[in-house]
């Protein structure tokens, strides 16, 4: 059940469309219990010139194919009698120099990527979509960091291991890329792919039917 806003509501289910295992921890320590399922959908299929567009058609995607799940024989509907009320479901790309950079197909995609934000910046475009499953409204948000970077040494660029499970191609809050990162406009939550506070906000006024 959730715990961290539901203190006023009653005791509700939540269903977290990702399978990034930083989403989930990040949903956790926000004090929430749910149920975790991933869509099958074709990422590159769908494409949008904007970042701010794209993000949002994906998360949207996403929240579309898990409803159908929802709707099969298969899907972990319910804890009990209970149904879910709320779904989750979001996305994230950096943008660097005005390209969008998504998760690279390959080792040397992502020193590509790298190469470009030495000494630059980068910005972290997030969507967040909740979903009421009791009554098919949706409310959405962006939040976009901005990351400024040192110059990142050829050296550690050619010994990039595996950064191409991430948006853009590199672990920013990793051990070995911190020293890299000159000032984080923004915060940890939302480069790591669901902003806590616009979350929060979301799941609040979707529980207040605002």
Known sequence: MASSVSGNYPRFKVILGSSSPARREILADMGYEFTVMSADIDERAIRREEPEQLVKALAEAKAEAIKQKLQGDSAPVTDGDQPARLLIT????????????????????????????????????????????????????????????????????????????????LKLTHPSVQPFVKELVGTVDSVRGLPRELTEKLIRESLQGK
């Open 90 to 169: 979001s996305d994230q790309v950096m943008v660097s120099k005005g390209v969008i950079r998504e998760r690279p197909r390959s080792a040397e995609e992502a020193r590509e990527f790298i190469n470009g934000y030495s000494g630059d910046r980068a910005f972290a475009v997030n969507f967040v979509l909740v979903t009421d499953l009791s009554t098919g409204t949706t409310r959405g948000g962006w939040d976009v960091p901005e990351i400024r970077f040192q110059h990142i040494p050829d050296e550690f660029i050619d010994q990039v291991g595996d950064m191409t499970c991430v948006a853009g191609g």
